[in-house]
């Protein structure tokens, strides 16, 4: 039985995607279990701090300060949210206008059967709608932060603002890893060699951005509101 360029993706391109889902994991159960040892878990703790302080002041101009931070983030996760969006919208047209022929080259070394090309649009777009709508989540509730900070004279709880923000960050990070997954995908266009090379690489890549080794100060009080860092998860 002769080997066909087609089997590759039988294998490289499951083994590409299992060391993505499996890094993350792994990466999930560290952020929930010891959090300070991952970045997230770090800034996290500087949100809380950051918020506590926010709070506790009563000049206008350190909560001008905050709002403005705040307002940036929003800035931020919307302008991801409508990148995301117009890329699904692209790609839908694309699909829809049956111009698959695109990637059926002979120098792709891959399976290039228009099922499997459509197949790829498919995954792409799931990606791309994903990230669209961890941004607006996440926009959403660094709104709700601005409202909580801005609500004058009124004694709203440190925790809730805190949740809000945290939350904010944590979709935040859940559509940038979306975004991730779907330069992998894109990569597949290419040929799951690639698309493979990419998923070692870029699992090495974030194991080092990912990974925190920056002692936290105050370590009780970062243990004692953890459960803030994973409400969004639990």
């Known amino acids: ?45 500087y949100r809380e701090i950051w918020v506590e302080k926010i709070m506790q ?9 905050a709002l403005t931070v705040i307002s940036s983030n929003t800035t ?16 839908g047209a694309w699909l829809g206008g049956n111009a698959n022929t ?9 399976d290039t059967r228009p099922a499997t090309i459509s197949l790829k649009y498919i995954c792409l777009l799931i990606c791309f709608l994903l990230a669209f709508s ?28 805190t949740r809000a923000v945290i939350r904010g960050g944590d979709f935040w990070s859940l559509g940038l890893r979306a975004l991730y997954f779907a330069l992998n995908l894109l990569l597949w266009f290419f040929g799951p060699i ?12 974030l194991h080092f951005l990912d990974s925190n080794t920056k002692p936290v100060p105050h ?16």
């Open 57 to 65: 002041t009563n000049k206008r101009e350190e909560v001008n300060t």
């Open 1 to 45: 039985m002769s080997f066909k360029k087609e089997y590759l993706d039988l294998v490289l391109v499951p083994s590409g995607l299992l060391i993505m889902f499996a890094y993350h994991l792994f990466l999930l159960h560290r952020y929930l279990n010891r959090p300070h040892k991952t970045a997230m878990g770090f800034e996290n703790f």
């Open 134 to 161: 961890c941004f607006v989540q996440s926009a959403r509730h660094f709104v709700h932060a601005n409202y909580l900070i801005s609500t004058p004279d009124i004694d709203i709880a440190v925790e809730e603002v």
């Open 194 to 205: 690639p698309m493979f090379v990419y998923s070692a690489v870029m699992v090495f890549l």
């Open 219 to 234: 370590h009780h009080k970062f243990q004692k509101n953890s459960h803030l860092r994973t409400s969004l998860i639990v």
């Open 102 to 110: 695109v990637f059926t080259s002979d120098l792709i070394y891959g």
């Open 76 to 91: 931020a996760a919307t302008t991801l949210a409508s990148v995301a969006l117009t890329l699904s919208s692209l790609i």
